[in-house]
């Protein structure tokens, strides 16, 4: 099983948490389509800035 630390009260829970049980910490969500996004971009502004 796949745990994450908990940055507000270090407690290790299962990775696929959406909140910590211990203190309702509540996990950020980024969509994996906004990060693949964000990397074509990335890659078509590198691309631009050298030819």
Same mark, same amino acid.
């Given at each position: 099983?796949?745990?994450?630390? *908990?940055?507000? *009260?270090?407690?290790e829970v299962?990775?696929?948490?959406k909140e910590?049980?211990?203190?309702?910490?509540? &996990?950020?969500?980024?969509?994996?389509?906004?990060?693949?996004?964000?990397?074509?971009? #990335?890659? #078509?502004?590198? #691309?631009?800035? &050298?030819?």
């Amino acid at each position: 099983m796949r745990t994450k630390e *908990c940055p507000s *009260c270090a407690m290790e829970v299962d990775a696929k948490s959406k909140e910590c049980p211990i203190c309702q910490y509540e &996990f950020a969500y980024v969509s994996t389509g906004y990060k693949w996004i964000a990397i074509l971009l #990335i890659i #078509i502004m590198l #691309i631009y800035l &050298f030819l």
